[in-house]
Structure formats: structure tokens, C-alpha cells
């Protein structure tokens, strides 16, 4: 569990990283935090000819809340959305605290899980819930793809190869949602993660949101409208029923297509009932 | 061709400069070109925490880093935790509650818990240790010797 | 008068440890020490057409890629010698055939790591793919063969056949028939193999540092494969991050590594990545127990009847060879309780799967299990209370020593004991009413229990019932007093985490009378010690400690021949602690140890010819073997909704005669059932239907972590053994052995009403949902 062969480069700001990944040519991959590309390489299932570390660029590692909402740099950590207290997002912080462990959370990235867009991943599944958008770098110069288009496959994404992510935007707070999800082991990634987010009064829904990873090859919409709904117990089970009938998960050593439809159902409605506390 | 690349690197205070291949681990580094090998590597995919290290003093995974990375950076390593042959209070509530078997997975245990220990001003309970000691796999304690350990340095540090 | 022996004494093996000086064997590549990568299999059965290795060797950093037609094809077989079994050859290097997914065909050597798996991937075979057998109904079926012209099944043993047993099925008030099975499992030691060999021109012999629990077997087997004579090959194990079965058979990679240092006359190295170890060692306990058991009203169990049925991987292990699992699963299946007629048939079944070996507890997780399960069973039947049904059917005090209808002896023990002690402990810290807590909570919780003992400490007498070509059992050791007036020890036992320098230490000092910092011990290095077996199933302290002792009370002897001397005073009057010679009521009249020591080898005219040359004593210990026992008791939770499975609490009351030190016996007894935990809920090798390994990460592989292993609580009980010289029993598998059926017996519990009941490990949360 060696890797194979590549050459390093170091890049100390992002059109510098991008004239790198240019000059490399295809094989040329960024490196971030390392904590998905070099356990990768360290099987030899991931083999980039060249890396451009872009852990030393200066400035993009920052929570910006503004009146439009939170801006989040690519080379923020885990751990420092887990630590920060975002009026609004308290979501984030919360749902850090399932991602990996500790060590892995103190040296993995915001950008970098957006990127390697594991369907489980806690990021990808709140940045399509919160319908966040993701700023890109490039030749061709920057643009931004919502998340819902960006996760397009299994560990597919919208971002071409000699594009970095820079930031993430989301649009607006949302001081009601909630993630969960269940694995055997702590600190592994989810079986099924279930995500929502609620605006509502004292006892009805107004509008709501609910998106699940692990059921799918990206993070998967469930098509719910709760709005006009009663906000309780058995509104949050019988949209988990919805949700458990829309997906067709896939089958793995951790969970049949029928477990994670079970799970489906449990815990879309516990982080609905999160959600709405 | 080889691609290599000349670093310095801070290891417990000592400076080093090293010319390593860029693919090398700062685990492979630290164990073999610069002889700490009180780093140990158990699975080199991050899961069982055996290679833990203090990077600028953050924790972090040793074996998904590569050396290269580090140039520039101050590491602590479990040849560090001690103050000559003294062993720190860690160290002893280790051997004091049998923290320890085979020894294997403890220098990485070792700097997880110092890394957790140095951002604590309370007493964290008993569940908040087992959640972050689960970052580190160990096949012989069954985890009760560590987390007592743990929760005591925390219980004298705090007074 | 200081004890040692029953002390908390910290471990001596600690601070080096904690300072990160300990020293195994991947840390001890050199400069110029070399890299060893292997070629294997990516297919679990198939033809070898060719090896090409020019591509290999050309790889930037490569210097050789060796073949087992380069080292002369190497081969182990491992032999029991009895007509049901069949002997198997185990190539080192596989040249014609390869029958699992990860099995070694060639090595490549080269400058560091990195460079030998560029070689690897460099060397071009070209394979031919045949049939797979991939588990135990394909193999009893297969016409496809695993080794050629052999049947699959190399071992079918029936060990006990009561012919009254079929009356007894047909006559009896309650018949149970069931299945059990237990999943496939990897031990998982967190330092994985590791062998570093090099050529000693000196010596001329070949050193082999090796991360192994049994140096001497290591040694017999090198030097088996190469053809050479033992004394031209040394094995040494340095520090070893943990064993518990996978390193206590000599590997191919030992065997290869040695051959290429003879070779190439340089040092070389393998370091053992993880995910060889989850796929391409030695792997345990993927068994089928087909059980037919009566009872009469009362619950009192009257027939069993066993089909024990090991899927073993494509190899017999050796020296240990494929019967150890069945074996042993057939022999001591009736356990703690008083079966009157007994039949058991014990077979192992060679698949497309990597070998197993003894894994921790080595078929006693699983027969334990089947008879907690029984026990459950027939309670529920009969309208028995569970806890009294037990009660009934195990030997009781006063029964002790019993003989079994599968002719075992068990020593005095307290299993009735255990049990009450158990109950009571549990009901006074409230766990029923947990338990109603939890359920009220909307969580499915249940307690379970199992009660059991285990033979541990096979000496000669016990394994030559195997009639294993290489029995095991006896061990020597070695005391030597020096002039200052410390102490070495060997042993041929090789301790890797269970605190041996220290335990050791503990019952040399209470011998001679001396602080266990003077006494060191020396393990692990065949050419310091006597030939000896090793570190596995339990037996270290009582066998190799038992040497200790005898040999240590040898040179007490002399020593308290010197004193007497040099005192003037009657050799039984001379007593020896404290680190002084004293005489027994004469409290002012005592000698140094140290000065006896100095005496006896500077001034040895001064003693008479029986005090003189040394002070040093070479003993063995070989006993019959001791059960200690144990009571498992935990309270489980089960989320009805996700299917979480969680062991809350859990307690044990043991028994393992005299404790040496309760530190090092609680560390066992809680690493033990944790890993027991682990393979109730949590892990399981699993394969698709190529054979493919399918668990080959720890992502996978689920090595439970501080968050899923809840707080052990542990109260103890001491019978000495009159086997053992230190009255302790082995007790370094019990936590194992008993943990899968408390928690499988307590998930039953808590499931009781839906009307499901669960027979096989692990369990996962899926099984409950379905
Ligand atoms: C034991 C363990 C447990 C984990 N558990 C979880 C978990 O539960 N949930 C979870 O979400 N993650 C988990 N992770 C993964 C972790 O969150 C990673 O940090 C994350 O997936 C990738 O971030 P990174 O910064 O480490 O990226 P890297 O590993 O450096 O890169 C990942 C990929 O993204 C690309 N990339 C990185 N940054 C950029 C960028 N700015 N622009 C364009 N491309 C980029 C890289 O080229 C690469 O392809 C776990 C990891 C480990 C080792
Ligand atoms: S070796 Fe780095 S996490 Fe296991
Ligand atoms: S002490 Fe052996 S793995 Fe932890």
C-alpha cells in the first residue's frame, strides 16, 4: 500500500494552481487535505502523474457569514466549521461532528469533500439541501454551478479537471435543519444520511426540504412537499415512508437496497423531528 | 526519474533538512529517513490512527500526508511527549490504568489524546472520550484502560 | 515478607512502549537493508500458465524477482497422523496452482517499499481461471477439487458416537434440533506480519526477526521448507503488536524471506500492509454446528448430537494443520454441563479461501455458544427459568474433578459460583431495571448470559491426543542468577502484549526472595532459549511460568544451600525474601542475596563442591491442561428502527485460579470480550461469488472502536489449579470465548416478542430489520 509514482508541485494562490493543473495536462490532480486522494493513492485506485498541493494558499480558508448568507472557502476545515458558531448555520456544525473523526476532521476540507462528492458525504448532502452554490476556478475563469447540478454521479462532478473549487455560497441561513444518519461504527461514513430543512410556524410546515445520501450515486431530492402539513410526529414518519418509497438504493457489504430503504424511512423522519425542534 | 524534493522539517525541537521522493508518507519519512520510528503504521488508510502525529499541533494521520507536505512544518511525535526519561502525566496514567498491551497502537493514541487534552478545560465525560478515542483503532485493551487514562490527566489538569 | 505474585504491579514492558522505544521488527530496516513485495493471486483458483518477471526487473529500483522454482520450491505439509485426515502440501510460492484470492507466487526484492510495489505490479502472469468452492455446501457438494485429486473434505473426524443416543432423540420429553454458524473472521492484530531476515557469515546461519507468538515452530518450519538443519536458522521476535492466533502458524512470507536472505546475502524486509492481512494471512471460525440435543421435563439435558462442519480455507496451517478448529470443536462441545451421551463428528472443508488458523478462543466462541443457546432454547420450552436450567445441567462443587462423557477431566472449579455471583452483582446494580428503562425508552433491550470453562494449558499429555506430527505442549525455562544478584529467565513462551517480563518477574521474585526489577526475562530468540512452543491458547503462565517457577526454586534451593553455609545454620532454616538470606526466629541474622550471589562465583573455594559453579537451574513444565471459567452476563439495546445493536453494559465474574497480576488478568479478560463483542455484531469476512475479498479495508472490516466496546466491569474468583504450579489457570481467551453467546443470548432477549430468534454471528442490524 505504497503509491505509485507522481511529481508534487506546491501552489500559493489559485491562478497559480490553475496554471499549473493546465500545464500538467488530464492526470494532474489537486491535493487538499488528503483524507479521501491519498488513502486512494495508498491503495494505487487513484494514480495522478502530478499533484498541486493547494493546502499552502493564503486567504481561502474562512466562514463568511453576510446578509446573503454564508460563504465558505474550499480549504476551510472540518474541524473549523465543528468549532465556529454561525448565526443560522448551526446545521454545519452539528453535522461536522459525523464526518470521519477528529485527527481526519483537523485536516480534511470543505472544497476538498465537495470535489471528491461522495454521495454520502456530509457536505454534498447539506450543500443540496441548503441548495448551495459552487464557485469555480478555472482557464476559462470562474463560474458557479448550483450544488444540485454539480453532483452529477458516482464521484462525478461538474468540475472539469483544470477547475478548483474555491468557494461554497450558501444563499441563505436555515436556522431549521438537520442532519443524521446511521453507520455501525462511529466515524464511518454514513449507510444512509438523511438531511432536512423546515420553515414553519408554531404547528404547521410552510416549506420543506429533504435530501438523502448513500441511496443513491449522488445526493438524491426526495419529492416532498410537507407545506400545510401539521409539524409533528407523525408528519416527520409518514414523509419517511414517502422518502423510503422514492429511492432504489444500491445493495453493498454495509447495507441491502431493502436495509437502506428502512433506514430511509427512520431517519428522514428523526431529521425532520431535528429539523423542527 | 525520481521525483524528489529537499525539505526541513521540525521533529520534538530538532530541526531537519532531507531530501525525500515526493510519494513518500511523512509516516515513511519520519520512521525511515529520519529514524523516529516510535510513529507506527497500521493500515496506511486512516482508519486505525496508529500513525497520529502533531502537525503545527494539530492531530492528524501521518500515513495520508506526504513528507514533502510537511516542509516547513513543526511535527511532534511520541518521542516528544516525554521530558528526558520522564514520562509525562499521559504517559503514566497509560501505564497506570494498562492503557497499554502490546504497545502497538500506543504512540498514536498517545498524541491523539494529547491534542485532545490540550484544547480541554473541563473534565469531559466519559462518553465524550470514547468518541474521540474511537478516531484510533486498538485489538488488545478493549479501549476501558485508555479512556480511564484519559479522563484522569484531564481530572488532574484541571485542578 | 513481600508477595509479588497477586500484586498490581505495572507493567515493566510499559515505559519503553510509552516512550515509542519499542522496537518491532518493521522498525528495524537499515540503509542497506532491502524490500520484499509479493506477487498474488488476484484469482481464487486458477492455473498458472507463466510468470514473466523481465518487466519486473527492469522497474526503477528493483533488483530481483524471485519464483519458488528460484528457491527450489519450498513446501510445508502439516500432518496429523490419523487415517481422516488428509495431508496437504502448502507451497511457499505457489508455481502451478493458486486456490485463494492473495496467495503468494513470486517475491519481488527491491530498494525500499514503494520500488518492490512497483515491481509487483510490473511482473506479468498469465492465468488460467478454474472452478470455485466458496463455502461449506459447495465444498461438501464440489466435484470441483481444491487441491487435485484429494477430496475437500481433509479432515472427518467422529470422535464420540453413544449408540443409545437415536433412543434417546426419539423418547425424550423435549428434542431440540437447530443450526448455529459464526462468520468467517480476521484477528486483526494492529501490527500486522513482519519479517526481516538476514545472513549471519559469523553464525553462518540465517537470522530471522519475525513478528511470531512461537519462535521455535517458526524455526522448525524454515528450516523444514529450506532443508536445512535448525541450528543454521535463528528466529527472533522483537516486539509483537499483538498475535492472538494469526501469528502462531509459520507463514509462507517467513519461509520466503529467509530463502532470499540466503540468497541474496543481504538483509531484507516485509512489512505485512493491511490489506494483506485482511486478505492474504490466516483467517478463523467460519463454522456450521448442526446440533440435535434432548431434555428430559425438568430441563436436565439427556443426548447431544454435534455435526461440526469448519470451512478451512485452501491450506492446512502449519504445524497446527486444518483439524485444530474441528477438533476441538468436537472434543469439548459439551463444555460446563453434564451430558450423559454425546456424538460428534468434526469436519474440515478446504475452499477458495485463505487458510485458517487458531484465532483466539479457536472453536470455543462458537460451541459455547451453541450450548448457552441450547440452554436458552430448552428454558423457553420446558417454562424452565433460563438461569436455572443452567444450574441444573453444570457440574457442580462437589462433582469436581469430573470426567465427561468426552473423557475430559476438568479440574475443581466455580462455575455454580460464577453464575450467582453473576446474578447477583447484575440485579443489585439494576440492570432489569435498565433494561425496562430502555424499552420504555421505544429500544428493544434484553440481558444475556453465558456461563462456561476452558481448557487451557494443553500440555503433551492432552495434545498428543491430536496426533499432530508436531505436538506442542511442554515448556523450559532457565534462571540464572548472576554475581550481582540479578536474574535472567528464558522461556520458549513468547509473550506480545500479555505482560509476560512482568508476570514472569513476579513469580521468580516471590521464589527467590528478590524485587522483580532484578529479574529479567528473555523470550523470543531461539538461540537463547531452550525449544520451547510459544504464546497461544492460554498456556504461557501455566506452562511456561510453571517452568519459571520450578526452575527459580532450584536455584532457591541453592541459595539457601549457600546461606546455610555461610550462616552456619540448617539449609531449612533459611528463608529468602526481602532480598536477604534470614534464618527462621532469628531476625538479626541474615546475608545479602547479592553477597550469596558474589560468593558463589568469586569466592567459590569458600563453598562446599554441592554450593559451587554458578547459580542457575533449567526446569520444564508439562501438564494435562486446567480449565478456568468464567460468567458472562450483558444488557443489549436494539434500535427498533435502524437496527443498532449495542452491548451496554457487561460483566464477568472469572475464575483462573491464582492471579498472578489482576492489571494484566482485567486487560485480558476486557481485550478479550471485546474482541468477543467484535464478532458478535460487528465483523465478518465476507467474499462475492468469485471469491473475491470483499472485506479487504478496515472500511470494511469493521474493528470495533472506544465508542461501539462499552465499560467491563469485572469481579473475580480463585480455585487453584493442582495442576499448575503457580495454582493459576490460562486466561487469555476466556473474554472471547464467552462474550458471542452473552450477547447473542441477550439480543434473543430482547427480540423474544416478535417471535425471532437468532443462531448465527454476527449479527448485524439488517437481521433485525428483516
Ligand atoms: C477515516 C476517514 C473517515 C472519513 N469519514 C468521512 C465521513 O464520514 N464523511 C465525509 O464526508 N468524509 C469522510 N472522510 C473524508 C474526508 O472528509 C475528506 O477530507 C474529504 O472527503 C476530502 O477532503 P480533502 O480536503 O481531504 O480532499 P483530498 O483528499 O485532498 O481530495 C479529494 C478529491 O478532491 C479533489 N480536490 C480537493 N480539493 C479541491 C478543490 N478545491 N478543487 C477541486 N478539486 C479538489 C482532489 O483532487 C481529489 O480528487 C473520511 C476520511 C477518512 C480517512
Ligand atoms: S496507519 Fe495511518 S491511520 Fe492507520
Ligand atoms: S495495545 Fe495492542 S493494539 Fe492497542
Avoid at chain 1, 471528491?116 to 463560474?143: F, K, M, N, Y
Avoid at chain 3, 484477528?187 to 538476514?198: D, F, H, L, S, Y
Avoid at chain 3, 496451517?317 to 451421551?341: R, W
Avoid at chain 3, 462475492?688 to 479487504?696: C, I, V
Wanted: with cysteine; charged share 25%; aromatic share 6%.
Amino acid at each position: 500500500m505504497k503509491p505509485a509514482a507522481f511529481t508534487y508541485h506546491r501552489a500559493y494562490d489559485v491562478n497559480d494552481t490553475i496554471a499549473q493543473l493546465a500545464e500538467l495536462g488530464q492526470d494532474a490532480k489537486i491535493l487538499a487535505g488528503g483524507q479521501s486522494l491519498v488513502a486512494m493513492m495508498n491503495f494505487r485506485l487513484a494514480r495522478p502523474s502530478a499533484l498541486v498541493d493547494i493546502t499552502r494558499i493564503a486567504g481561502l480558508d474562512y466562514l463568511e457569514r453576510d446578509a446573503q448568507g454564508l460563504r465558505v472557502g474550499a480549504l476551510t476545515r472540518h474541524r473549523t466549521v465543528e468549532t465556529a458558531k454561525i448565526d443560522g448555520f448551526g446545521v454545519l456544525s452539528k453535522a461536522a461532528r459525523w464526518i470521519g473523526h477528529y485527527p481526519i476532521r483537523c485536516r480534511g476540507t470543505f472544497g476538498g469533500s465537495i470535489a471528491h462528492g461522495d454521495s454520502t458525504a456530509e457536505w454534498c448532502v447539506l450543500a443540496v439541501l441548503l441548495e448551495a452554490r459552487i464557485v469555480l476556478q478555472g482557464p476559462r475563469g470562474r463560474r458557479e454551478v448550483p450544488a444540485t447540478e454539480f453532483f452529477q454521479g458516482f464521484f462525478m462532478t461538474a468540475a472539469q479537471p483544470d477547475e478548483m473549487i474555491v468557494e461554497v455560497r450558501f444563499p441563505k441561513p436555515a436556522p431549521h435543519a438537520a442532519l443524521t444518519e446511521y453507520s455501525q461504527r462511529q466515524g464511518d461514513f454514513a449507510i444512509v444520511a438523511a438531511s432536512a430543512r423546515l420553515d414553519l410556524t408554531e404547528d404547521e410546515v410552510l416549506t420543506s426540504r429533504v435530501v438523502l445520501g448513500g441511496v443513491g450515486q449522488q445526493p438524491v431530492v426526495v419529492d416532498a412537499d410537507l407545506a400545510g402539513q401539521p409539524a409533528n410526529e407523525e408528519t416527520w414518519r409518514a414523509a419517511g415512508e414517502v422518502a423510503a418509497a422514492q429511492v432504489d438504493p444500491p445493495s453493498d457489504g454495509h447495507g441491502s437496497s431493502a436495509y437502506r430503504k428502512k433506514l430511509t424511512a427512520a431517519l428522514v423522519a428523526r431529521a425532520l423531528a431535528e429539523a423542527a425542534a | 526519474m525520481k521525483d524528489i524534493h529537499l525539505i526541513a522539517l521540525t521533529v520534538n525541537g530538532t530541526e531537519h533538512e532531507i531530501v525525500v521522493e515526493s510519494r513518500r508518507t511523512l509516516a515513511d519519512v519520519l520512521r525511515h529517513d529520519l529514524g523516529y520510528t516510535g510513529t507506527h503504521v497500521g493500515c496506511e488508510h486512516g482508519i486505525c490512527g496508529a500513525c497520529t502525529v502533531l502537525l503545527d499541533g494539530q492531530p492528524v494521520r501521518a500515513c495520508l500526508i506526504f513528507g514533502v507536505q510537511a516542509d516547513g512544518c513543526e511535527v511532534r511525535t511520541v518521542e516528544g511527549l516525554a521530558d528526558g526519561d520522564e514520562l509525562s502525566d499521559l504517559q503514566k496514567a497509560f501505564s497506570r490504568c494498562h492503557g497499554l498491551q502490546c504497545g502497538f497502537c500506543t504512540p498514536g493514541f498517545l498524541m491523539l489524546a494529547e491534542a485532545y487534552l490540550s484544547e480541554q478545560d473541563g473534565v469531559p465525560d466519559e462518553s465524550e472520550v470514547r468518541e474521540v478515542m474511537a478516531a484510533n483503532l486498538c485489538r488488545c485493551t478493549g479501549y476501558q484502560g485508555i479512556v480511564d487514562a484519559v479522563r484522569q490527566v484531564a481530572e488532574e489538569r484541571a485542578g | 515478607m513481600t508477595a509479588w505474585v497477586g500484586a498490581r504491579v505495572p507493567r515493566k514492558e510499559d515505559r519503553r512502549m510509552l516512550l515509542g522505544r519499542g522496537r518491532f521488527v518493521a522498525d528495524m530496516a537499515r540503509a542497506d537493508t532491502l524490500h520484499a513485495g509479493f506477487v498474488r493471486s488476484p484469482y481464487a483458483s486458477a492455473t498458472i500458465k507463466s510468470i514473466d518477471v523481465s518487466a519486473a526487473k527492469r522497474v526503477d529500483g528493483v533488483l530481483d524477482v524471485l519464483t519458488g522454482a528460484d528457491l527450489g520450491d519450498p513446501f510445508l505439509r502439516a500432518v496429523l497422523e490419523r487415517d481422516e485426515f488428509t495431508p496437504t502440501e502448502m507451497p511457499m510460492l505457489s508455481g502451478d496452482r493458486v486456490r485463494f484470492v492473495g496467495e503468494p507466487v513470486a517475491v519481488v526484492i527491491a530498494e525500499d517499499a514503494y520500488a518492490a510495489e512497483d515491481g509487483v505490479e510490473a511482473v506479468e502472469v498469465e492465468w488460467a481461471t478454474g472452478p470455485v468452492v466458496l463455502d461449506i455446501a459447495a465444498a461438501l457438494a464440489a466435484d470441483a477439487e481444491v487441491h487435485s485429486g484429494t477430496r475437500n473434505c481433509l479432515v472427518d473426524l467422529v470422535l464420540f458416537d453413544d449408540p443409545g443416543l437415536d433412543a434417546i432423540f426419539a423418547d425424550a420429553r423435549l428434542t431440540i434440533e437447530a443450526t448455529f454458524t459464526s462468520a468467517r473472521v480476521s484477528a486483526q492484530p494492529m501490527e500486522g506480519r513482519a519479517t526481516m531476515a538476514e545472513w549471519d557469515d559469523r553464525d553462518s546461519q540465517v537470522v530471522v526477526h519475525t513478528s511470531t507468538q512461537v519462535p521455535h515452530q517458526c524455526r522448525s518450519g524454515i528450516a523444514q521448507a529450506l532443508g536445512i538443519p535448525e541450528r543454521s536458522v535463528r528466529v527472533i521476535a522483537p516486539d509483537v503488536g499483538g498475535g492472538f492466533g494469526q501469528k502462531c502458524v509459520v507463514s509462507r512470507e517467513e519461509v520466503v524471506l529467509a530463502a532470499a536472505a540466503m540468497r541474496l546475502r543481504r538483509p531484507v524486509i516485509w512489512v505485512e500492509d493491511r490489506q494483506e492481512n485482511l486478505t492474504a494471512s490466516v483467517h478463523g471460525h467460519e463454522q456450521r454446528y448442526d446440533v440435535t440435543a434432548a431434555f428430559d421435563a425438568d430441563g436436565r439435558i439427556l443426548g447431544l448430537a454435534a455435526d461440526i462442519t469448519c470451512d478451512i480455507g485452501a491450506y492446512s496451517v502449519f504445524p497446527f494443520t486444518c483439524a485444530v478448529e474441528p477438533l476441538m470443536a468436537a472434543t469439548e462441545l459439551p463444555g460446563i454441563y453434564k451430558v450423559p451421551a454425546y456424538r460428534a463428528r468434526g469436519r474440515g472443508l478446504a475452499t477458495n479461501k485463505a487458510p485458517t488458523a487458531p484465532y483466539r478462543g479457536v472453536s470455543r466462541p462458537q460451541i459455547v455458544l451453541v450450548m448457552e443457546r441450547l440452554m436458552e432454547k430448552a428454558a423457553a420450552r420446558l417454562g424452565v427459568d433460563p438461569i436455572e436450567i443452567r444450574r441444573r445441567n453444570m457440574i457442580l462443587p462437589g462433582e469436581f474433578p469430573y470426567t465427561g462423557v468426552n473423557t475430559i477431566t476438568y479440574d475443581e472449579g466455580s462455575y455454580l459460583e460464577s453464575l450467582d455471583l453473576t446474578e447477583k452483582k447484575i440485579t443489585e446494580a439494576g440492570w432489569y431495571t435498565e433494561r425496562d428503562r430502555l424499552r420504555e425508552q421505544g429500544l428493544l433491550a434484553g440481558i444475556g448470559f453465558s456461563c462456561f470453562s476452558e481448557r487451557t494449558a494443553y500440555g503433551t499429555p492432552t495434545m498428543s491426543q491430536r496426533r499432530m506430527r508436531m505436538t506442542p505442549g511442554y515448556d523450559t525455562a532457565h534462571v540464572r542468577m548472576d554475581p550481582s544478584g540479578e536474574v535472567v529467565v528464558t522461556t520458549g513462551t513468547c509473550g506480545h502484549g500479555q505482560g509476560h517480563e512482568t508476570t514472569f518477574a513476579q513469580i521468580v521474585a516471590d521464589q527467590l526472595g528478590i524485587h522483580p526489577d532484578q529479574v529479567r526475562l528473555r523470550q523470543g530468540d531461539t538461540d537463547l532459549t531452550s525449544y520451547g512452543w510459544g504464546t497461544f491458547g492460554s498456556r504461557s503462565i501455566v506452562i511456561g511460568g510453571g517452568a519459571a517457577r520450578k526452575a527459580a526454586d532450584a536455584v532457591a534451593g541453592r541459595l539457601r544451600k549457600v546461606a546455610a553455609h555461610l550462616l552456619e545454620v540448617g539449609e531449612d532454616d533459611v528463608e529468602l525474601a526481602d532480598g536477604r538470606a534470614g534464618v527462621r526466629g532469628v531476625p538479626d541474622v541474615s546475608l545479602p542475596i547479592a553477597e550469596l550471589a558474589r560468593v558463589v562465583h568469586f569466592q567459590t573455594h569458600r563453598l562446599p563442591e554441592e554450593c559451587r559453579y554458578g547459580l542457575e537451574a533449567r526446569e520444564s513444565a508439562d501438564p494435562p491442561g486446567t480449565f478456568s471459567n468464567a460468567c458472562h452476563a450483558t444488557l443489549v439495546s436494539v434500535d427498533p428502527e435502524t437496527g443498532d445493536i449495542r452491548a451496554r453494559k457487561f460483566l464477568v465474574v472469572e475464575d483462573c485460579g491464582v492471579i498472578i497480576n489482576p492489571l494484566v488478568v482485567d486487560g485480558q479478560v476486557r481485550g478479550g470480550v471485546a474482541q468477543g463483542i467484535a464478532a458478535a455484531l460487528y465483523e465478518r469476512i465476507t467474499f462475492d461469488q468469485e471469491g473475491q475479498p470483499t472485506s479487504a479495508t478496515l472500511m470494511d472490516y469493521l474493528v470495533p472502536t472506544a465508542t461501539e466496546i462499552c465499560p467491563i466491569e469485572i469481579h473475580h474468583l480463585e480455585t487453584p489449579s493442582p495442576f499448575s504450579e503457580n495454582g493459576s489457570k490460562g486466561m487469555g481467551e476466556g473474554g472471547t470465548i464467552g462474550a458471542p453467546a452473552a450477547v447473542l443470548n441477550a439480543i434473543n432477549d430482547a427480540l423474544a416478542h416478535r417471535g425471532v430468534e437468532f443462531d448465527h454471528i454476527p449479527v448485524m442490524p439488517e437481521d433485525v430489520l428483516s
